[in-house]
């Protein structure tokens, strides 16, 4: 199983930017997708995820209201919507699955991460 997430790059402060997470190598798609990041110096942070079985979207309390966690249309794929941007959001941003729970561990498989860069 691979994951390809896509979409970084330099948004300026308050500004709007859509990562795409690609899942590919399983034809199942009953996984539970989550979205971490990681800033300079910081430890991965988990910031939320979609459940597979309900659709229920899970979110942490410095995102929550500004960020949004959905599945396309389109198998294997997820999105995560970033509105309203700050500069504490600069980090690299990685997809996982399976599960949606707040902790790396609980996460089997990892994309290469998208970097993020919030500044004026």
């Known amino acids: 199983v691979q994951l390809q997430a896509s979409g970084g790059g330099l948004v300026q402060p308050e500004g709007s930017l859509r990562l795409s997470c690609k899942v590919s190598?399983?034809?199942?798609?009953?996984?539970?997708i989550g979205w971490f990041r990681q800033a300079p110096g910081k430890e991965r942070e988990w910031i939320g995820c979609v459940d597979h079985g309900n659709g229920r979207t899970e979110y942490e309390n410095s995102v929550k209201g500004r960020f949004t966690i959905s599945r396309g249309d389109v198998d294997h794929t997820a999105f995560l919507q970033m509105n309203r941007l700050r500069s504490e959001d600069t980090a690299i941003y990685y997809c996982?699955?399976?599960?949606?729970?707040?902790?790396?561990?609980?996460?089997?498989?990892w994309g290469q991460g998208t970097l993020v860069t919030v500044s004026s």
């Open positions: 190598g399983t034809t199942s798609d009953k996984y539970s």
């Open positions: 996982a699955i399976d599960s949606c729970l707040p902790a790396a561990l609980f996460y089997d498989y």
